[in-house]
């Protein structure tokens, strides 16, 4: 680690690129713990820290502005709406950072061609100014959805298609006026995949994914560590595409139960197991904030795993304290050490104790901090 960024520290993504690799691994392995003092436990045992390199990040939203024939492509300046605009990332991977100038490229010619947009009764035309662009380099290539608040016409169609073939890299490129729309694909050369266990697993334009194939990779080893040789019914809970529920299914003697509120993330996890004749994970759709697991959905299970947004599991762990028959073993991710705490004194509560937590460092040189966290029933 070593700062050699042309965008720090205007660029609001990187915090702590100015530090030594030792102070920085220093002061998050500090934070961390001082965030752990909440806890209601007298000693917590942490495994080693595991550290994520630059240029491993697979997934990144730009933001972009053209004004006066001048594209603007990057991400916010700290605590700012103002752009830093950026030709190169040190944390993205190198495919990323290779296509960003062709993805520049399109976004002002895109931006040079109008829309149609229609006022009250009038079709007017209008500039594209603004919007974002979310990247993700699939184990295949790049993966490309605009977030444009117009909608596409066959001039944009056609001017995409002419680029995005000339590019090898750039697999497809998909397309929504509004962020609870469902995208739809304007070009597919092949469809993305990321690599599981491994089983391919093909991804929809918008899927969450974890921030790198490195950091994935941590949180599944520290899964698979912390359960060991133990086996039987397993709640993955908050299972997004499937992370943990994939090298879970390895071993025969585990039935999972796969949840998530997302259904359209849930049919791609779906179509999945089905591809790959997956037999022993059944999945469910299900708001877990507002229906947690039931007394008797928490009996039938030996393990639970839960890896929930920032918010927290909150009212899942009240249901699983109290419940009369718990889960010998239950594994908490976490991408917010805050919530964490919250969750973890509510599992002490009903009589869990810690038994290691593993902090990993997925967003390098961020605030943030994610952990692994084991927990047992005595």
Same mark, same amino acid.
């Given at each position: 680690?070593?700062?050699?960024?042309?965008?720090?520290?205007?660029?609001?993504?990187? $915090?702590?690129?100015?530090?030594?690799?030792?102070?920085?691994?220093?002061?998050?392995?500090?934070?961390?713990?001082?965030?752990?003092?909440?806890?209601?436990?007298?000693?917590?045992?942490?495994?080693?820290?595991?550290?994520?390199?630059?240029?491993?990040?697979?997934?990144?939203? *730009?933001? *972009?502005?053209?004004?006066?024939?001048?594209?603007?492509?990057?991400?916010?300046?700290?605590?700012?709406?103002?752009?830093?605009?950026?030709?190169?990332?040190?944390?993205?991977?190198?495919?990323?950072?290779?296509?960003?100038?062709?993805?520049?490229?399109?976004?002002?010619?895109?931006?040079?061609?109008?829309?149609?947009?229609?006022?009250?009764?009038?079709?007017?035309?209008?500039?594209?100014?603004?919007?974002?662009?979310?990247?993700?380099?699939?184990?295949?290539?790049?993966?490309?959805?605009?977030?444009?608040?117009?909608?596409?016409?066959?001039?944009?169609?056609?001017?995409?298609?002419?680029?995005?073939?000339?590019?090898?890299?750039?697999?497809?490129?998909?397309?929504?006026?509004?962020?609870?729309?469902?995208?739809?694909?304007?070009?597919?050369?092949?469809?993305?995949?990321?690599?599981?266990?491994?089983?391919?697993?093909?991804?929809?334009?918008?899927?969450?994914?974890?921030?790198?194939?490195?950091?994935?990779?941590? $949180?599944?080893?520290?899964?698979?560590?912390?359960?060991?040789?133990?086996?039987?019914?397993?709640?993955?809970?908050?299972?997004?595409?499937?992370?943990?529920?994939?090298?879970?299914?390895?071993?025969?003697?585990?039935?999972?139960?796969?949840?998530?509120?997302?259904?359209?993330?849930?049919?791609?996890?779906?179509?999945?197991?089905?591809?790959?004749?997956?037999?022993?994970?059944?999945?469910?759709?299900?708001?877990?904030?507002?229906?947690?697991?039931?007394?008797?959905?928490?009996?039938?299970?030996?393990?639970?795993? *839960?890896?929930?947004?920032?918010?927290?599991?909150?009212?899942?762990?009240?249901?699983?304290?109290?419940?009369?028959?718990?889960?010998?073993?239950?594994?908490?991710?976490?991408?917010?050490?805050?919530? *964490?705490?919250?969750?973890?004194?509510?599992?002490?509560?009903?009589?869990?104790?810690?038994?290691?937590?593993?902090?990993?460092?997925?967003?390098?040189?961020?605030?943030?901090?994610?952990?692994?966290?084991?927990?047992?029933?005595?």
């Amino acid at each position: 680690m070593s700062h050699n960024c042309l965008n720090f520290p205007a660029c609001g993504g990187c $915090l702590y690129r100015d530090l030594s690799p030792e102070q920085y691994c220093n002061q998050k392995k500090e934070r961390f713990s001082n965030i752990l003092k909440a806890i209601n436990q007298s000693e917590i045992v942490q495994s080693d820290p595991i550290f994520i390199a630059d240029a491993t990040r697979r997934r990144a939203t *730009f933001t *972009f502005s053209y004004h006066k024939k001048q594209l603007k492509f990057g991400f916010n300046a700290a605590q700012s709406h103002d752009i830093v605009d950026i030709k190169k990332c040190l944390l993205l991977t190198p495919r990323l950072n290779n296509n960003l100038c062709y993805i520049r490229k399109l976004i002002t010619e895109l931006c040079q061609e109008p829309f149609t947009v229609k006022q009250g009764k009038k079709l007017l035309k209008q500039s594209l100014t603004a919007g974002d662009v979310s990247l993700c380099d699939a184990e295949n290539g790049i993966d490309i959805l605009f977030d444009i608040p117009y909608a596409p016409e066959l001039n944009h169609r056609l001017l995409i298609s002419e680029q995005i073939n000339s590019c090898s890299d750039i697999i497809r490129v998909s397309w929504r006026t509004k962020s609870s729309e469902q995208p739809e694909t304007i070009l597919e050369k092949s469809r993305p995949y990321i690599i599981n266990s491994g089983i391919n697993v093909y991804i929809s334009a918008g899927t969450f994914l974890q921030a790198s194939v490195a950091g994935e990779q941590a $949180l599944i080893n520290q899964v698979m560590k912390y359960i060991g040789t133990e086996n039987g019914m397993i709640a993955d809970l908050f299972c997004g595409i499937g992370t943990f529920s994939y090298p879970l299914s390895k071993d025969k003697n585990n039935k999972i139960l796969a949840i998530d509120s997302s259904v359209e993330l849930l049919q791609g996890f779906q179509t999945s197991v089905n591809r790959n004749q997956i037999t022993n994970i059944q999945i469910k759709t299900r708001n877990l904030f507002k229906y947690p697991l039931d007394e008797q959905e928490i009996a039938n299970c030996d393990i639970m795993i *839960f890896d929930p947004p920032r918010a927290g599991a909150a009212a899942q762990v009240k249901q699983v304290a109290t419940a009369s028959q718990q889960p010998p073993v239950v594994i908490a991710v976490s991408c917010n050490p805050h919530t *964490f705490v919250n969750d973890a004194n509510t599992l002490i509560s009903g009589g869990y104790t810690i038994k290691d937590i593993t902090m990993v460092d997925q967003f390098v040189y961020s605030g943030h901090t994610e952990l692994v966290a084991l927990f047992k029933k005595e």
